[in-house]
């Protein structure tokens, strides 16, 4: 069964400290894996990973994707207490349509 | 609309209940999916249409759930005689393409169902 596990289930830090946070995966016909930030409700599309070792940067915010050790990890560096929300780590494979979704890693950033 | 909305926001109902809960994607967008979310997990792949076409209904939990897109814009999303085990957010995601996988996906705000 395909399936996305997430770690740390949560994290308290302090500004302007950096995070890792990991998303290893065990998928068929893997195709890509997504990172989103949940606030409230509706989860915001941070990055798409298709190819390893390309790491995307956006801001504070960068993740790269190793697939031949079935994992990405999410960077947030010098953190704010914006940045505090579930990250949701998931993956598309070749042929489906499904979204796997991780349980999410609950960061809180403390002022 | 500037981004996909649903409504409602919050449903209580009474358990043996049925449901409906709209989803209105972001104007144009080709794929549509359903999720249920509980509690401090993640979402969870309910179904997704191309268009009016429902491709894949493999994560509806049981006969009781139903969704539709009849236009191939907005989509209901369906639930006979409720269950406790129902209460959960069901949130929409609409996206662009054609081919699902290789695009981000826009989130609407969720509807919150409590079955008592």
């Known amino acids: 069964e395909d399936k996305v596990v997430q770690s740390p289930l949560s994290l308290v830090v302090h500004e302007g400290d950096t995070v890792t946070l990991n998303c290893s995966y065990e998928?068929?016909?893997?195709?890509?894996l997504l990172w989103y930030k949940q606030e409230k409700k509706a989860p915001t599309f941070l990055f798409m990973l298709t190819s390893s070792g390309i790491e995307k940067k956006s801001g504070r915010l960068s993740s790269i994707l190793d697939k031949k050790e079935l994992f990405s990890i999410l960077n947030i560096t010098a953190t704010q207490t914006g940045d505090s929300a579930v990250y949701l780590c998931?993956?598309?494979?070749?042929?489906?349509?499904?979204?796997?979704f991780g349980t999410g890693t609950r960061l809180k950033v403390l002022a | 609309g500037a981004g996909v909305s649903q409504s409602p926001r919050y449903k209580v109902a009474k358990r043996g209940q049925d449901v409906a809960l709209r989803c209105d994607p972001i104007?144009?967008?080709?794929?549509l999916f359903w999720y249920q979310q509980a509690l401090g997990q993640g979402p969870e792949f309910l179904t997704y249409?191309?268009?009016?076409?429902?491709?894949?209904k493999s994560g509806l939990p049981s006969d009781r759930f139903f969704a539709e897109r009849p236009e191939g814009s907005v989509s209901t999303l369906k639930i006979q005689r409720t269950q406790q085990e129902d209460s959960a957010v069901y949130l929409c995601?609409?996206?662009?393409?054609?081919?699902?996988?290789?695009?981000?996906?826009?989130f609407g705000p969720g509807t919150r169902l409590t079955v008592t």
């Open positions: 998928v068929t016909n893997f195709r890509s």
């Open positions: 995601a609409s996206s662009p393409g054609r081919v699902a996988a290789s695009y981000e996906q826009y």
């Open positions: 104007s144009g967008h080709v794929s």
């Open positions: 998931a993956t598309t494979t070749s042929g489906t349509y499904k979204y796997i």
């Open positions: 249409f191309q268009n009016e076409a429902q491709l894949d």
